[in-house]
């Protein structure tokens, strides 16, 4: 059973930083690339960033310069760093596992972590 629980939002004031955690199980977690997904109040879903099994990550244009994303293959945990926050950052942080194929595509997505950018 594919597991993804993310952690480690919550209120935080803007210019401070965060760290959010994915604790994944139930796949091989090294084998498969990983991405951050968000959703803000009347924005929709918007992918924050992709990592591949050795921890190269691309990033979308709104987060570049801002949020770093890693990972930890032994202890199979995918991280994202935010530092900087700004209230556009207020979202629902959600860990996305990706589906096997020649394509990017998500089959697990967790439950969402969220985060709150508010002085």
């Known amino acids: 059973q594919v597991q993804l629980v993310e952690s480690g939002g919550g209120l935080v004031q803007p210019g401070g930083s965060l760290r959010l955690s994915c604790a994944a199980s139930?796949?091989?977690?090294?084998?498969?690339?990983m991405s951050w997904v968000r959703q803000a109040p009347g924005k929709g879903l918007e992918w924050v960033s992709t990592?591949?099994?050795?921890?190269?990550?691309i990033y979308g244009d709104p987060v570049k310069g801002r949020y770093t994303a890693s990972r930890d293959n032994i202890k199979n945990t995918l991280f994202l760093q935010i530092d900087s926050l700004k209230p556009e950052d207020t979202a629902v942080y959600y860990c996305?596992?990706?589906?096997?194929?020649?394509?990017?595509?998500?089959?697990?997505w967790g439950k969402g972590t969220p985060v709150t950018v508010s002085s």
């Open positions: 139930g796949f091989t977690f090294s084998s498969y690339v």
């Open positions: 990592t591949n099994g050795g921890g190269d990550t």
């Open positions: 996305a596992k990706s589906g096997s194929g020649d394509y990017y595509y998500v089959d697990y």
